[in-house]
Nanobody, 110 residues
């Protein structure tokens, strides 16, 4: 079964930037999405990109995060700018609502 490979993340100071990416060797007319989860809390949706490149964002990240994709490689990116300590979480991507990345930790220090 095809698997999502997720990369990026790490630690950064507040105001900094990070980029996450996900790729899968599978091509379907599906949306990509990002979720994040803080330890002890529910996973929350933060952004999606549709097959025709329509994007949507949670209010908490709108204006700071940008989702994009490379159709040829079926790779999706999340550019995170102006990071805040409250963005600290485990970030996971999903393709077609089915294929989940392994998750990557993002830690923002004040």
């Amino acid at each position: 079964q095809a698997q999502v490979q997720q990369s990026g993340g790490g630690s950064v100071q507040a105001g900094g930037s990070l980029r996450l990416s996900c790729t899968i060797p599978l091509f379907r007319s599906c949306a990509w999405a990002w979720y994040r989860q803080v330890a002890g809390k529910q996973r929350t949706w933060i952004s999606s990109i549709s097959p025709d490149d329509r994007t949507s964002y949670a209010d908490s990240v709108k204006g700071r995060f940008t989702i994009s994709k490379d159709k040829a490689e079926n790779t999706m990116y999340l550019q995170m700018n102006s990071l805040k300590p409250e963005d600290t979480a485990m970030y996971s991507c999903v393709y077609c609502g089915t294929y989940w990345g392994q998750g990557t930790q993002v830690t923002v220090s004040s």
